[in-house]
């Protein structure tokens, strides 16, 4: 603490991320991030790039705009990219959602979300999930200025179908709906195909995860352009050159690379299912997840106590203590022979 600090940062309570071990032979499934390496392109593209570096990126990441247009059916002026989604949903806070009413997202998502309100001073009201754990879509019929949605849902892992993203756009055509992606690679629908008939609606993707590039930084919006131009407005205000340039080539190279990305993408899918079964046979309850990690209670021993101890026999699973949820395990769907390690961990401890 500084008598030079700035009075909301005594105010703020900051995200805390996942653990990031420094030592080897971890099984690392806390993060969510994708247990396979990049396509081969992507390597291929930042090679190439790398000697421009002495120059400055392109402010507008045109190429890759493009390709990401390409790829989801819209017009590149309706994209916009920043470092990670992250960065992105920053931006969109500080654009998009600062406004009188509250804003409105569950109780349980994505623990960014309030930290975000804090730092921009935005009022919120979280809205509670269902007994099993779900968006109820009618609970969210309550003034607010806008919605947001993680689809699906963290760390649950459980998403909703396009059509009740699209009912719910339908009913708050004056509220702004943003639905945060970042997992939707994994199973889910995404809400990118409604965005050519809702001027409410800004869709928030990343390459973290399904493109196996978390050490990159890149993540993108997906709305019509005056949304699109508001988060423009907010970043040329902030930072003009939010992408560098082997950013911009190794995402151009990921996205483009589609057979990389299927292949993978059904591989994480594949062990998920299995790694469900698995801890459902151990006794415990799992949630039916579309993303790439599974959230799962066990019926007799605590969340806290398992996390515990499979740290301490090097398994990193990522434990919240927070209500409703003290219980359950966030459990990132490594590669098969981590799943079956954590598996052949737990039987031995329960």
Request: charged fraction near 25%; glycine fraction near 6%.
């Amino acid at each position: 603490m500084s008598r030079f600090w700035s009075p909301v940062v005594h105010t703020l309570s900051p995200y805390v991320p996942g653990e990031q071990p420094k030592q080897d032979g971890i099984v690392k499934l806390n993060t969510n991030e994708n247990p396979y390496p990049p396509s081969p392109r992507v390597l291929a593209g930042i090679a190439s790039a790398a000697e421009r570096l002495r120059l400055y990126p392109d402010p507008r990441a045109t190429r890759l705009r493009e390709a990401i247009a390409a790829h989801c059916d819209v017009a590149p002026e309706q994209v916009f990219v920043g470092n990670g989604s992250d960065e992105v949903l920053a931006h969109t806070f500080q654009a998009l959602l600062k406004h009188e009413p509250p804003l409105l997202f569950p109780d349980v998502t994505y623990s960014f979300y309030p930290v975000y309100c804090g730092l921009y001073g935005i009022t919120h009201d979280e809205v509670p999930l269902d007994a099993a754990m779900r968006i109820d879509i009618s609970n969210y019929r309550r003034p607010s200025s806008a919605i947001l949605l993680c689809n699906p849902n963290a760390p649950t892992g459980i998403a909703l179908q396009r059509d009740a993203i699209a009912s719910l756009l339908a009913e708050q055509q004056d509220r702004l709906v943003v639905v945060d992606e970042a997992y939707v690679d994994f199973g889910a629908e995404s809400a990118v195909p409604l965005v050519a008939r809702h001027d409410n609606l800004l869709v928030i993707q990343t390459f973290s995860k399904s493109r196996s590039l978390a050490g990159l930084r890149v993540g993108f919006a997906i709305g019509q352009r005056p949304l699109i131009e508001a988060l423009e407005r907010v970043k040329d205000s902030f930072n003009s050159y939010p992408l560098d340039c082997l950013a911009i080539a190794g995402a151009v190279a990921a996205i483009e690379d589609d057979g990389w990305f299927r292949d993978t993408r059904a591989r994480i899918i594949a062990s998920r299912e299995t790694l469900a079964r698995d801890l459902r046979q151990l006794g415990f309850d799992v949630l039916p997840s579309l993303a790439n990690f599974v959230f799962a209670r066990h019926r007799s021993r605590s969340g806290a106590d398992l996390a515990a101890a499979l740290r301490q026999r090097g398994v990193l699973v990522r434990h919240f203590g927070k209500p409703r949820i003290e219980d359950f395990l966030r459990i990132t769907v490594g590669t098969e022979a981590e799943c079956a390690r954590l598996v052949e961990v737990l039987r031995g401890l329960i």
